[in-house]
């Protein structure tokens, strides 16, 4: 997804469609993606550099080691600001969202990431 990579380390497959877990990393001064929400929680871990997290209007500045719960139906998304590249792990409490990666991945081919800054 240009300056955005993702990784599914376990998907609803393996673990029976109750829960998914990913990487996703972001080179520097990225952009992920527009705010959104869905209906499933997620738990975010920062795995690698620090991540620019917004819940609702809220921005937080989460450096590796920090945790964050996006409850479902909350708007989100997450940048990376650094020059520095930066990663989380996602655990999402509903397998399924790996499915919609080949659409995700077509929309980023047509509108790439822009600079965070």
Known sequence: MGRISSVFKADGAETGGTFSVSEWWLEPNT??????SHDEDHAWY???GTMSIQVGRRWTEAVKGAFLLIP???????ENRTMRRAGILSFNNDA?????MPSISKWFAKNPPEDAT
Do not use: L
């Not at 952009?31 to 959104?36: D, E, N, T």
């Open 31 to 36: 952009k992920g993606p527009p705010a959104h």
């Open 46 to 48: 920062v795995i690698e």
């Open 96 to 100: 399924g969202f790996e499915d919609d």
């Open 72 to 78: 479902g139906g909350a708007i989100h998304t997450f």
